[in-house]
Antibody, heavy 118, light 111 residues
Framework: QLQLQESGPGLVKPSETLSLTCTVS??????????WGWIRQPPGKGLEWIGS???????YYNPSLKSRVTISVDTSKNQFSLKLSSVTAADTAVYYC??????????WGQGTMVTVSS | QSVLTQPPSVSAAPGQKVTISCSGS????????VSWYQQLPGTAPKLLIY???KRPSGIPDRFSGSKSGTSATLGITGLQTGDEADYYC????????????FGGGTKLTVL
C-alpha cells in the first residue's frame, strides 16, 4: 500500500532555508490522478496547506507563503521536496506530506517536527 | 484565523451521536467539495470524508458528512472513547487568496 515518509533536518536557524523531502513508496509518484502536497501544523494549532505539485512539475501554492516556497519533484527517486526560505520562529511546526486528490488529502506521512531556533 | 469556522470543542457520552459544523462562504464551501479529517493525539491526520459525503475504504459508516449551502457537517454515531480526537474540515477557497483551506479544528471529548 502507498506510504509517504518525510525526512530532513529537525532544526533550522532563523533566516535560513528549511528543506524537506517526501519519499513515496508502494506506488508511483507519476500517477496521472494525483498531486502531492505539503501541510504544516504549528504546535497546538491547526493545519495549514503549503502547496502541491504534479509529477510534471506543475505547482500551486498557498498565497500567504508563495514568496518563500518552492516545491519540486524527482520522479526518478519517487520523491518530492519542500524548500521554505527566510524562516522565522513562526515556521516551527510539524510538516506533513500527503497525496492530494484535488478534493482531499487521502494519504498522509507521519510528519516531521522542524524547529526554527539559533 | 481560518476562513472556515468550527466550534473549538464538542462533547458527548459513549454510544451517543455528535455533529461538528464547518461554516464558510460562497467562495469556499458554497462552491467546492468538503473533506473531513480525524487527528488522534500525536498522530497524522486521517481522511474520514471526501467530496462532502463519501467515505474512503475502511472508514466505518458511523461517520457521515453532509453539506448545505455554505456549511458542512460531520456526524459521528455510536461514539467510542477511541473517537476522542481533533477533527478538521477542508476545502478549496477561490477568493483572491485562492488555495486549499482548513477549519480551525474541533476537539471531540467522549465523556
Amino acid at each position: 500500500q502507498l506510504q509517504l515518509q518525510e525526512s530532513g533536518p529537525g532544526l533550522v536557524k532563523p533566516s535560513e532555508t528549511l528543506s524537506l523531502t517526501c519519499t513515496v513508496s508502494g506506488g508511483s509518484i507519476s500517477s496521472s490522478s494525483y498531486y502531492w502536497g505539503w501541510i504544516r501544523q504549528p504546535p497546538g494549532k491547526g493545519l495549514e496547506w503549503i502547496g502541491s505539485i504534479y509529477y510534471s512539475g506543475s505547482t500551486y501554492y498557498n498565497p500567504s507563503l508563495k514568496s518563500r516556497v518552492t516545491i519540486s519533484v524527482d520522479t526518478s527517486k519517487n520523491q518530492f521536496s519542500l524548500k521554505l526560505s527566510s524562516v522565522t520562529a513562526a515556521d516551527t511546526a510539524v510538516y506533513y506530506c500527503a497525496r492530494d486528490t484535488i478534493s482531499a488529502f487521502d494519504i498522509w506521512g507521519q510528519g516531521t517536527m522542524v524547529t526554527v531556533s539559533s | 484565523q481560518s476562513v472556515l469556522t468550527q466550534p473549538p470543542s464538542v462533547s458527548a457520552a459513549p454510544g451517543q451521536k455528535v455533529t461538528i459544523s464547518c461554516s464558510g462562504s460562497s467562495s469556499n464551501i458554497g462552491n467546492n467539495y468538503v473533506s473531513w479529517y480525524q487527528q488522534l493525539p500525536g498522530t497524522a491526520p486521517k481522511l474520514l470524508i471526501y467530496e462532502n459525503n463519501k467515505r474512503p475504504s475502511g472508514i466505518p459508516d458511523r461517520f457521515s458528512g453532509s453539506k448545505s449551502g455554505t456549511s458542512a457537517t460531520l456526524g459521528i454515531t455510536g461514539l467510542q472513547t477511541g473517537d476522542e480526537a481533533d477533527y478538521y474540515c477542508g476545502t478549496w477557497d477561490s477568493s483572491l487568496s485562492a488555495g486549499k483551506v482548513f477549519g480551525g479544528g474541533t476537539k471531540l471529548t467522549v465523556l
